[in-house]
């Protein structure tokens, strides 16, 4: 085989591979006031849903995402909810249409989100662990 051939079929195989985003430590932050220490999976699962607008603390719930080509997004929903991007999308297509309610608030970036949330008592978001700064708190912990 030449080089030209072997070096085609790696890149074939290559694009084969499942795509990984890096982002296998992924945390749910929260403002440190927030009043909140821990939420459970089905709380964070019910507020980036939009099934609930309040806070345990009795805070408005306000999550954030982050932009749709960040991998962490489609981590996150993936970890979550076992959903891709565009299961996701759909679901709050319907959601906007109907009137029921409008998907999370969505940052530029991780450090937006994190600007946002270190400001913002009821806001919630998801970063991996890395980033996280004094200025948040870890309310859960996401397992990949």
């Given at each position: 085989?030449?080089?030209?051939?072997?070096?085609?079929?790696?890149?074939?195989?290559?694009?084969?591979?499942?795509?990984?985003?890096?982002?296998?430590d992924l945390v749910v932050i929260a403002h440190?006031?927030?009043?909140?220490?821990?939420?459970?999976?089905?709380?964070?699962?019910?507020?980036?849903?939009?099934?609930?607008?309040?806070?345990?603390?009795?805070?408005?719930?306000?999550?954030?995402?982050?932009?749709?080509?960040?991998?962490?997004?489609?981590?996150f929903y993936h970890q979550l909810v076992n959903?891709?991007?565009?299961?996701?999308?759909?679901?709050?297509?319907?959601?906007?249409?109907?009137?029921?309610?409008?998907?999370?608030?969505?940052?530029?970036?991780?450090?937006?989100?994190?600007?946002?949330?270190?400001?913002?008592?009821?806001?919630?978001?998801?970063?991996d662990r890395s980033q996280v700064n004094g200025?948040?708190?870890?309310?859960?912990?996401?397992?990949?």
């Amino acid at each position: 085989m030449t080089v030209f051939r072997i070096l085609s079929l790696a890149a074939i195989v290559v694009a084969m591979l499942p795509a990984t985003t890096g982002a296998a430590d992924l945390v749910v932050i929260a403002h440190p006031k927030s009043g909140i220490d821990r939420l459970g999976r089905n709380d964070v699962i019910n507020i980036f849903l939009g099934r609930f607008r309040q806070l345990p603390s009795g805070l408005s719930a306000l999550p954030v995402d982050l932009p749709a080509s960040q991998g962490e997004r489609s981590a996150f929903y993936h970890q979550l909810v076992n959903k891709e991007l565009a299961e996701i999308n759909a679901y709050w297509a319907r959601l906007v249409f109907s009137g029921r309610t409008m998907p999370p608030r969505q940052a530029a970036s991780v450090d937006d989100l994190l600007d946002f949330v270190a400001v913002t008592p009821g806001a919630v978001g998801y970063v991996d662990r890395s980033q996280v700064n004094g200025r948040v708190k870890i309310v859960l912990e996401l397992t990949p």
